[in-house]
């Protein structure tokens, strides 16, 4: 089975991965998964950590001479601004008593997670609640993605709103809108919408604000047959949910025609099937991809919503810890816009759950081996 687990706070010396039920053989460089962190860096309204933060990874074990092994690969990206944050962060007991954050933020993990785990340091959650854990999910996610390259399975995100602004890509053919998206600031497609989204970014950095938005993305080249519809917890549907609503911020996450399809007669909204000789075909993607839990060959279909990031610049009401008393939420760094990053993460996470079904339909323990599994099941798939 791939797994994985991260640790490391977002002010720590490090965030850590262990990366567990990779073939052997896949060839992998640290360049791959750094393109990866640098994208999620990217983009117009981030904050201030991103000036400081330039993230690159250290293989520490599972690969030699650029190859994986099958052994579990062990990964670190160094936290830059760790020099700055060594007396709050540290792991020993400090000499002297330092300020404790008691200012919990509304939107944020603070004070839910401090009533969970009775803290009396909002800092002892937000570490940990940090989005900057999310760059170690894009380094598991860049590796899950050279695996799928494999088997001809790319994975892509565009933003198609942020505030108030959506934007339009309809007719536009996928290899465009990818294309498009790489080179805006915004991970957008569209260049109209690109412009007033990067006005309403400035506005709301202006006033103290932020914004949040959509994501979609889209897994093209995937077989049929992953998932399965005979265990709640093996539906491809529902991992692929969990996967983006884990992501800080998400609150909604739609498949295909998503809420739409509550609103259109069932004759409108399933997938009509045809055979063109050699493959089962639809004529229509309404279900993104999946149906009964179990991908159908077409292209997979997902949109994430994000919610605006809770830390504003003009704080909002809360209560002090301490005294119980009325106060301003805590002000730490943040950025006032993280959907183009957003994208980036959602592609990650996706790749390491189709990338982890992928491996249960093949098996193998090599790449060679479930290669060699896959044009079986290929034949099979033309055989029926």
């Known amino acids: 089975m791939l797994r994985f687990l991260t640790a490391g706070e977002s002010h720590g010396r490090a965030l850590a991965v262990i990366l567990e039920g990779l073939p052997a053989g896949l060839e992998l460089a640290a360049e791959d998964i750094d393109r990866q962190l640098r994208r999620r860096q990217s983009g117009y309204g981030r904050g201030e950590r991103m000036k400081i933060e330039s993230d690159r990874v250290r293989i520490l074990s599972g690969i030699r001479f650029g190859k994986t092994l099958g052994s579990p690969l062990a990964l670190l990206i160094e936290n830059r601004d760790w020099e700055n944050w060594k007396e709050q962060m540290s792991p020993e007991i400090p000499s002297t008593p330092l300020k404790r954050v008691t200012w919990p933020r509304p939107g944020h993990a603070d004070l839910a ?28 996610g860049a590796v899950a993605g050279k695996l799928l390259e494999k088997f001809g399975i790319n994975v ?23 294309d498009r998206a790489a ?7 569209d260049s109209q919408a690109e412009a007033i989204m990067m006005a309403e970014i400035d506005r709301a950095r202006s006033q103290g604000d932020t914004l949040g938005g959509i994501c979609e993305v889209r897994i093209t080249g995937c077989p049929p047959g992953l998932g399965s519809h005979v265990h709640w917890d093996r539906r491809l549907d529902a991992r692929l949910s969990a996967g983006l609503m884990s992501i800080p911020g998400v609150k909604g996450v739609e498949i295909g025609l998503g809420f739409e399809a509550a609103g259109r007669p069932g004759s409108d909204v399933q997938d009509e099937i045809g055979h063109d000789g050699r493959v089962y075909t639809r004529k229509t993607n309404r279900a993104g991809g999946i149906e009964g839990g179990i991908s159908n060959g077409e ?27 009325p106060s301003r939420a805590a002000r730490e760094r943040s950025d006032v816009c993280a959907v ?13 759950e189709i990338a982890r079904a992928l491996c249960e339909k093949l098996g193998g323990d090599s790449l060679s081996e479930m290669k060699r599994n896959f044009r079986g099941y290929q034949k099979q798939i033309e055989r029926t």
């Open 113 to 140: 997670g401090c009533l969970k785990y009775g803290h009396q340091d909002v800092r002892d959650v937000l570490e940990r609640a940090s989005a900057r854990e999310t760059a170690a999910r894009t380094a598991v």
């Open 156 to 178: 892509g995100s565009h933003v198609i709103r942020i505030g108030s602004v959506a934007a339009d890509v309809s007719g536009m053919p996928w290899k465009s809108v990818q």
């Open 183 to 189: 080179e805006s600031s915004v991970g957008c497609a």
């Open 299 to 325: 292209d997979i279909v997902l949109r994430a919503a994000m919610k605006p990031l809770p830390t504003l610049g003009r704080p909002l009401g809360t209560v002090d810890m301490d005294t119980k008393e």
């Open 340 to 352: 183009p990053a957003m994208g980036v993460i959602a592609e990650a996470v996706t790749a390491f």
